[in-house]
């Protein structure tokens, strides 16, 4: 079954043989099994080779994955991920081997550690060489444009339309690590979504408190008392606080909003830094 978004990534991809989009599919079905993603988390996707021994490349905002179809008769197909898209920092394409005969791409992490090399071979035929440049050349850009897209903050539901806004800022938190391309885990989110927490009682909380002379949190609450526990854990009651203070709820999302957006490309890069 043709995924509905599928016709567009083989479109830009310039793959229009329907033999090659039917097969092409079941390796897409593959890696989306395989990596646990959603459609709309691939970027794109780029070929390597020619004729029927073609490689498919599949670039999505956790990983670079190669999906390869084996056999003749008992086909079978291989998922290989390459590197996490999120530990590329510099991007390059060469060509090396012998006289030149090999174009690469080939990536580096922040501290210059090699993460990614895809070589294509030249020569055969006249054709092959210009098939070949066309596809390094879509694969670079498509891998280019993934690390420039890892930077903007997912396109998900704001703050104001949350019932809890601690809930809301784990979910904030567990994209955070999805997009540094690290193991998902709970310790991870909430470590992470309790500094978004810290922040935003800091950055937007005592500002608002500032206009009526409180520069303590414990102020916010009738006695004084800020409830214990972590900022996380005691984000909610706190927030309702600020609001009837400020009397704008509206207000205090979009600065919600607008801080969490600001902080995206810091918290990502800081998660990746630490724990890819």
Same mark, same amino acid.
């Given at each position: 079954m043709l995924e509905a978004n599928y016709p567009n990534l083989f479109l830009d991809a310039e793959i229009n043989s329907p033999h090659d989009q039917e097969r092409y599919t079941r390796r897409l079905d593959e890696v989306l099994a395989q990596e646990g993603i959603a459609v709309d988390e691939i970027f794109g996707v780029g070929e390597r080779g020619t004729g029927s021994n073609l490689d498919?490349?599949?670039? *999505?905002?956790?990983?670079?994955?190669?999906?390869?179809?084996?056999? $003749?008769?008992? /086909?079978? !197909?291989?998922?290989?991920?390459?590197?996490?898209t999120a530990s !590329?920092?510099?991007?390059?394409?060469?060509?090396?081997?012998? /006289?030149?005969?090999?174009?690469? !791409?080939?990536?580096?992490?922040?501290?210059?550690?090699e993460v990614l090399k895809i070589t294509w071979g030249l020569g055969g035929p006249d054709w092959v060489e210009p098939l070949v440049l066309r596809q390094r050349e879509h694969l670079f850009?498509? $891998?280019?444009?993934?690390?420039?897209?890892?930077?903007?903050?997912p396109a998900g539901a704001s703050a104001a339309f949350a019932a809890s806004k601690a809930e809301a800022l784990r979910a904030w938190a567990r994209d955070v690590v999805r997009a540094a391309g690290v193991e998902i885990t709970d310790e991870?989110?909430?470590? *992470?979504?309790n500094m978004a927490a810290g922040g935003i009682r800091f950055e937007v909380f005592l500002r608002v408190g500032a206009r009526f002379g409180i520069d303590d949190l414990n102020e916010f609450f009738p006695g004084g008392g800020l409830p214990p526990g972590s900022p996380l854990e005691t984000f909610d009651a706190l927030y309702e606080q600020v609001v009837a203070k400020a009397g704008n709820r509206g207000e205090i999302d979009a600065a919600i909003d607008e801080l969490l957006a600001a902080s995206w490309a810091e918290f990502v890069n800081g998660c990746r830094s630490h724990y890819g």
């Open positions: 498919l490349f599949v670039v *999505h905002r956790r990983a670079i994955t190669l999906a390869t179809e084996r056999g $003749i008769f008992n /086909k079978r !197909i291989e998922v290989k991920r390459l590197c996490p !590329i920092a510099r991007l390059r394409g060469t060509q090396e081997g012998f /006289k030149g005969t090999e174009l690469t !791409i080939t990536g580096n992490d922040s501290k210059g550690a850009q498509l $891998i280019s444009g993934a690390m420039d897209r890892l930077g903007e903050t991870l989110v909430e470590e *992470h979504a």
